[in-house]
């Protein structure tokens, strides 16, 4: 199946319209920083596509761990609440107190903007002046609430956590009025939204800088890039390779994968675990890999495989989530059930058969520019409805 992005609840757009994207004055906010990982990517590069060179978010990031994806800055709203002592503590406790801080910012102390986009889920209970628009940039609704709920609630933690849970999926679900249109960073995100908001959403790929990729032929390993977590696979994936006739390298920080793992991994002649990796080492790896294995749960998104097919890679992945939309038997890679088996058996599917698919083409949709025109657009689009009609995307 070729991917690209859809736009059910975006409508035309308003005849004899005027307004340009160079009007509008606009302001992005971001739930939290924890560490830098894939929200934050995404953040910067949507401040950067709106010509925003800040991000209003709650804390300070670690002034010793800069913003490896970019230049926007990151500001922390807390200074400016009462009593910003207590405030602060309370923005280190998570996500408990999120939905309340984030609905104290008085967006008239940064500006009124024209357009409020908020990224992730706690954001969007902040209340905006009723000629603002506020869209939404959905990473996924909490899955602890709601589609992972009965995968976790059995654990110790779920269980002290249940009545914590229900509170907050009560107050995530009264939030989401406040929102006026949402963005989901792809199909799997927009069917949840769908099934847990009763809302439309538009699909807007995270970009991929196309032009960072490159292809240095065949050495002969297949890559696993990714923390080492159990929701990541990671487990299967090892035992599929050792004792096989293939080499595995594993690249990526240790995750909470136990101790049982890393031993099988350390005592297997055909895998190599290379730890975390920077930006030009990953390059490189997927450069001269043979094929990529992803392996993760049921992935919102997964730029992983959108990385390796850039590189010239084939990607052999489990047969879940977004990933499982992207890649098409015997095109761009082939799909396996995420068991060693299930995995061993793609592994020689590939090896007999090999791909015939353009990889560049199906990356295209993924391009930084194509992320860019169709934010613009969409933002435009939805500011001229919202100001003329007075409606959102959902009625």
Known sequence: MTVGASEDDAGEREEGATTSFADLDVAVAHWGINAWGGAEYLVTHLAEALDCDRVYTLGDPDP??????????????TRDLSPAPLRRLQARAGRVFEYALWEDVDWRAYGNPDVLVTSGATTRAVITPDDTLHLNYCHSPPRWFYDLYHDRKDSLVGQLARPLVRYLRMRDATVDPRVDGYFANSPVVARRIRK???????????????????????EGFYLHLGRLDEEKGVPAVVEAFAGSDHRLVLAGGRGDVDDAVMDRIRRAEEIEYRGFVDESKKYDLLATCRALVFNGRDEDFGIVPIEANASGKAVLTRDEGFPAIFVEDGENGFRHDGTPAGIREAVERFERDGIAGDLGEQVETFSTDA????LESSVVRRFERFRATGTRDHD
Do not use: I, K
């Open 371 to 374: 992320f860019v025109d169709q």
């Open 196 to 218: 847990f908001y009763d809302r439309d959403s538009e699909v807007l790929y995270p970009p991929v800088d196309l032009d960072e990729y490159e292809t240095h032929g065949d």
């Open 64 to 77: 010793h761990d800069p913003n490896p994806y970019g230049d926007v800055q990151f500001v922390d709203v």
